[in-house]
C-alpha cells in the first residue's frame, strides 16, 4: 500500500495530504496516553471534545488533496487547530506551544492567503490563552500539570515543524540556483543562439521565395512545402531546448479570465464569441501552458470562421471545457506543430485534450477536461 495514493498527483496536493496525515495522526497519538490521566468523571467529555477536530478536519483535507488552494477549506483546518488547542488547554497543558506549531506548520503546508490566514493568528489563540488564566485563577482545576512526556511530545512537534520548514526553504533554494544556472547558460550562449536562429529564419525566407515562384507547378511546390514544415519543426525543437525562463508553477488559473486574454490577443470579434462560463470556474495548471493551448485553439477557430453569422462557443460541463466552432474544408485543423504542442502542454498539467469534428455535425470542437 503506498503512503501516498496516485491521485494526488501534483506537490500542492501531496503537501495537503502529508498535512492532514501528520494532524490527524499526532492528534490521535497523543489521545490514548492523556486520556488515562482525566478524572474519571471527565473521561466521555473528553472523549467527544478531543476526538471531534480531528474526524472533523478529515473531510477538509481531504477537499485539499482535490483543490490545493480552497481557502473555505483551510480556514476550516485552521478553526480546527484553534478548537483542538483549547479544549486541549482545559484539560492539559502546553496546548498553546501546540496551537503556534500547527499554525506555522499548515500556513507553509497549505500556502494560506494572509486573508484567511490573519483571523487566526490574531484572535485563534485567545481561547487557549484564556483557559490558561482560568487555571492560573482557580476556576479550572481538573486540569493535570506538565510531565516530562509532554516536553518530549513537545520537541518531537518541534523538530516535525523545522523539517518542513527547512524542505520548503530548500526547496525554494534549489529552483532559485536552478533558474540562475540556466540564464547563466543562456547569456554564455547567446551569441550562438542567434545566430543559429538567424541561418534557419534565412532558410524559411529563400523557401518562402521559391515556393512564391513554383506556385504553378504542384510537384514542386509540394516538394518545397515539404521542406518548410521540416524548417519549422527544426525552428520549433531549437527554441524548445531554450525555453527554461518559463513559469513552471501550478496555480488556480480563472478559466474565463485566461480565454478573456486570448480573445483580446487574436482580437477575436465579440460578435463572434457565445461564451457561457461562470466567474468562479478555475482549473489548476500552469497558466501559461493554459493560455498556449486555448491561443492554439481560437487561432484555428478563428480561421475555419468564414461567415459573420458563424461564432465560437464556449461552455462548461461536468469539468470539461468545450469549444465549438465551424467546421470547414479548406481549413480544418492545424499545420500539426501547434497541436501537438497543446497536447504536450496538456500532459504535463494532467489535463485531458480531445480536438476533432463533433460527431455528424458541422462543428469542431476541443475538449479540455480536467
Not at 506548520?105 to 497549505?110: Q, R
Request: charged share 20%; proline share 3%; net charge neutral.
Amino acid at each position: 500500500m503506498k503512503l501516498i495514493p496516485s491521485y494526488i498527483d501534483t506537490e500542492d496536493k501531496r503537501d495537503a495530504y502529508l498535512s492532514g496525515l501528520l494532524y490527524v495522526s499526532l492528534t490521535l497519538l497523543v489521545f490514548p496516553y492523556e486520556r488515562t490521566l482525566i478524572p474519571e468523571d471527565l473521561v466521555n467529555m473528553y472523549t467527544f471534545l478531543k476526538l471531534a477536530p480531528s474526524f472533523a478536519s478529515i473531510p477538509l483535507f481531504y477537499i485539499l488533496t482535490k483543490n490545493p488552494y480552497n481557502q473555505y477549506a483551510i480556514a476550516g483546518v485552521m478553526a480546527m487547530v484553534s478548537f483542538y488547542a483549547a479544549i486541549g488547554e482545559y484539560f492539559s497543558p502546553l496546548y498553546l506551544y501546540a496551537f503556534i506549531m500547527g499554525m506555522l506548520g499548515f500556513s507553509i503546508l497549505l500556502r494560506a492567503k494572509t486573508k484567511t490566514l490573519l483571523p487566526f493568528v490574531a484572535f485563534g489563540g485567545i481561547p487557549t490563552l484564556y483557559m490558561q488564566y482560568l487555571k492560573e485563577v482557580g476556576e479550572i482545576t481538573h486540569a493535570r500539570q506538565a510531565i516530562t512526556f509532554d516536553y518530549v511530545f513537545m520537541a518531537l512537534e518541534y523538530m516535525v515543524i523545522i523539517m518542513v520548514i527547512f524542505e520548503g526553504f530548500s526547496k525554494r533554494r534549489r529552483k532559485e540556483m536552478e533558474f540562475r544556472e540556466r540564464f547563466s547558460v543562456i547569456g554564455q550562449d547567446l551569441n550562438t543562439f542567434a545566430h543559429n536562429i538567424k541561418s534557419m529564419l534565412s532558410s524559411q525566407f529563400l523557401i518562402n521565395q521559391i515556393l512564391l515562384n513554383n506556385v504553378s507547378n504542384p510537384q514542386k511546390l509540394e516538394k518545397y512545402l515539404i521542406k518548410n514544415k521540416k524548417t519549422l519543426e527544426n525552428i520549433h525543437s531549437y527554441l524548445n531546448k531554450f525555453n527554461v525562463l518559463e513559469k513552471t508553477d501550478s496555480d488556480l488559473v480563472n478559466i474565463k479570465e485566461s480565454i478573456a486574454n486570448t480573445i483580446e490577443l487574436l482580437r477575436v470579434s465579440k460578435a463572434s464569441m457565445e461564451v457561457d462560463l461562470s466567474e468562479e470556474t478555475h482549473v489548476h495548471a500552469i497558466k501559461q501552458d493554459f493560455e498556449t493551448i486555448l491561443l492554439n485553439i481560437f487561432s484555428n477557430a478563428m480561421k475555419a470562421i468564414t461567415d459573420s453569422d458563424q461564432k465560437i462557443k464556449v461552455f462548461l460541463e461536468e469539468n470539461t471545457l468545450t469549444i465549438q466552432y465551424p467546421f470547414s474544408k479548406s481549413y480544418t485543423s492545424s499545420s500539426g506543430i501547434g497541436e501537438q504542442i497543446c497536447y504536450r502542454l496538456a500532459q504535463r498539467n494532467n489535463l485531458s485534450l480531445n480536438i476533432g469534428k463533433a460527431g455528424s455535425t458541422q462543428q469542431y470542437e476541443a475538449k479540455i477536461r480536467f
